[in-house]
C-alpha cells in the first residue's frame, strides 16, 4: 500500500532557484525508500518541503491518499507523519527545555498531556519517565534540560518523542550524522524495527553504507532530480558513486555491476 506519493514536487531555495525538480516518488508500507546523493543537490529542501518546513513551487505531496498542506507541520503530524530532522539542534529540540518538555513538543495541546487551556504536569512528566526507560536515553532526571545531554541522547529524545506515537510515515534525514558507534547501532535499529511494522520510511542520508545497509530501495539523487532508483540488493557503492557524480545512467551502472559478477563468477 503507498503511504506517501510525491508528485511532480519542486521547491525552490532562499534564492528563488528551483533546486528541487520535478520530482515524483512512492514510498510504500513496510518499506525503507533511501535517498543517496552528494550533500547541496536538494535533500534537504526536499526533506523540509515533505514535512511542512518549506513551501513548495509546484506539485503535490499526498499521505495515505490525502493532499497534504504546504507549511503545515501540525497537520502532518496529526495525519501520521513523524520526522527525525537534518539539525537536531535548530529542528528537533529546545535546548533549554527540559527533557519531559521536549517529548511532548508536537503534542502538548492533546490529552493526556493538556485538558483545553490547562496543562498536565503529571502526564508530560510520567510520558518522560517512560520514554526514558524504554528508548534508553541517559540522564540523571527527566527535568534536566536537553541541551546537557550528550549528542546520542540527544538523538534519543527525538526519536523517543517521534516513534512513540502512532505513525505511517516516518522522514529520517542524516539520522545519525556525529553520533558515536553505539548510538548509530541503536538509531539504525529503531528505524528498521519501524519499517518491519508496516510503517513507510523515508532515509535521507549521504552515508552510503548506512543507505545500502537499511534501504529496500534506493533512489539517487543529482542537481535536484531523481536520475534512479534501484533495488538495494542491486546496488553498490561504486555504482551509486557514479549516479551521485552524474557520471553514468542507470542502465549503465547496472550492466557495470552485471559484468563485475559475471567476471567474479568466472
Known amino acids: 500500500m503507498v503511504v506517501v506519493e510525491v508528485r511532480?514536487?519542486?521547491v525552490r531555495d532562499e534564492r528563488n532557484l528551483d533546486v528541487v525538480r520535478d520530482i515524483s516518488f512512492q514510498v510504500c508500507a513496510g518499506e525503507i525508500l533511501g535517498v543517496a546523493g552528494v550533500q547541496g543537490n536538494g535533500q534537504t529542501e526536499l526533506v523540509e518541503a515533505i514535512t511542512g518546513l518549506r513551501p513548495f513551487a509546484g506539485g503535490s505531496i499526498l499521505l495515505n491518499g490525502v493532499d497534504v498542506p504546504s507549511t503545515n507541520p501540525r497537520a502532518l503530524v496529526e495525519l501520521g507523519m513523524a520526522h527525525i530532522p537534518e539539525d537536531r539542534h535548530k529542528h528537533g529540540l529546545v535546548l533549554p527545555y527540559s527533557i519531559a518538555d521536549n517529548e511532548v513538543l508536537n503534542t502538548y495541546y492533546q490529552e493526556p498531556f493538556a485538558h483545553g487551556l490547562q496543562r498536565n504536569a503529571r502526564a508530560v512528566l510520567d510520558n518522560a519517565v517512560d520514554l526514558i526507560a524504554q528508548f534508553d536515553i541517559?540522564?540523571?532526571s527527566p527535568l534536566v534540560s536537553a541541551g546537557t545531554l550528550s549528542g546520542g541522547n540527544q538523538q534519543k529524545v527525538i526519536v523517543a518523542r517521534?516513534?512513540?506515537?502512532p505513525v505511517k510515515l516516518l522522514v529520517a534525514n542524516q539520522p545519525t550524522r556525529g553520533l558515536d558507534v553505539g548510538s548509530i547501532e541503536y538509531i539504525h535499529s529503531q528505524i528498521v524495527e519501524m519499517r518491519?511494522?508496516?510503517i513507510a520510511v523515508l532515509l535521507v542520508s549521504a552515508e552510503?553504507?548506512?543507505?545500502?545497509?537499511?534501504?529496500d530501495r534506493i533512489a539517487v539523487m543529482y542537481h535536484g532530480e531523481i536520475v534512479?532508483?534501484?533495488p538495494a540488493e542491486k546496488a553498490t557503492r561504486e555504482g551509486l558513486g557514479l549516479l551521485m557524480a552524474g557520471s553514468a545512467s542507470p542502465d549503465e551502472v547496472l550492466s557495470a555491476d552485471q559484468a563485475d559478477e559475471l567476471?567474479?563468477?568466472s
Not at 162 to 165: A, N, Q, T, V, W
Open 138 to 140: 541517559r540522564t540523571p
Open 8 to 10: 511532480g514536487l519542486t
Open 228 to 230: 534512479a532508483v534501484l
Open 263 to 265: 567476471s567474479s563468477a
Open 162 to 165: 517521534e516513534l512513540s506515537r
Open 208 to 215: 552510503l553504507d548506512e543507505i545500502l545497509s537499511l534501504s
Open 196 to 198: 518491519d511494522k508496516g
